[in-house]
């Protein structure tokens, strides 16, 4: 038996580009995120721009702190135009930290100390461009519209009239406040995903949620990976 570290970090930047049909953020939006000085484009994750601390190994980890999700001020998110209100922000801010206190609260503690084997998770809610209810239906039902979202979705593209979310998260040591990783990704749902056309920030839920289950997933890859055999 070994463990196999560099596999560990693999799987969890993978559950860092959550799947799902999503675009790269902007490398040069959101300078004001979490490590965001580090945070880099990488073939094996596209939709995300990502930093893993060399030698992390988050296996080890199985118990972890979930901070209120932060709302990004920087003058350099549009927010779909300033359309998104302070309300919204803050619906989704809140809504982001449960999700994610759901989804690692399946199979592992949330506790609100730091100590050996806790993880701490910080959240910032980046972006948001909001669904257009009315234009997204009429856009996945009429003939052109459904061809260019099946067409979409293939290539990984946005729905028409689709929201958004773009969010970042920070992983560190909550012992010794070490950070293991970051991400910026931005998620959207399937362009042909007719139940997220429905209210103007369903999108920007699904890929919150989206975001909280596929690092849980990664989380318990990483757990299972970590006393692997070797090849």
Not at 54 to 69: C, K, L, M, V
Not at 85 to 100: D, P, V
Not at 202 to 223: M, Q
Not at 225 to 230: E, F, K
């Amino acid at each position: 038996m070994k463990t196999k570290t560099v596999s560990v970090v693999c799987l969890m930047a993978a559950g860092l580009l959550m799947a799902g049909c999503s675009s790269s953020p902007k490398s040069e939006k959101y300078s004001g995120v979490p490590e965001s000085e580090q945070l880099r484009p990488d073939v094996r994750f596209p939709h995300s721009l990502v930093y893993i601390k060399e030698g992390a190994n988050f296996g080890q980890y199985s118990r972890f702190i979930i901070d209120p999700a932060e709302i990004y001020r920087g003058s350099d998110a549009s927010w779909h135009k300033g359309k998104v209100t302070e309300q919204n922000k803050q619906e989704l801010a809140q809504f982001a930290r449960a999700e994610f206190v759901r989804a690692l609260g399946k199979k592992y503690s949330v506790v609100n100390q730091p100590g050996p084997g806790v993880l701490r998770i910080k959240l910032t809610l980046a972006d948001v461009e909001l669904t257009t209810s009315t234009l997204a239906v009429v856009s996945h039902f009429s003939p052109v519209g459904m061809g260019m979202n099946l067409l979409g979705t293939g290539a990984g593209m946005q729905g028409s009239f689709m929201g958004s979310v773009t969010i970042s998260g920070e992983l560190r040591d909550a012992q010794s406040d070490t950070v293991l990783a970051a991400f910026l990704t931005k998620q959207t749902p399937l362009a042909v995903d007719v139940s997220k056309t429905v209210g103007k920030l369903a999108a920007a839920r699904s890929g919150v949620t989206e975001t909280a289950d596929k690092l849980s997933a990664a989380l318990d890859r990483a757990h299972a990976t970590v006393t692997a055999p070797g090849p």
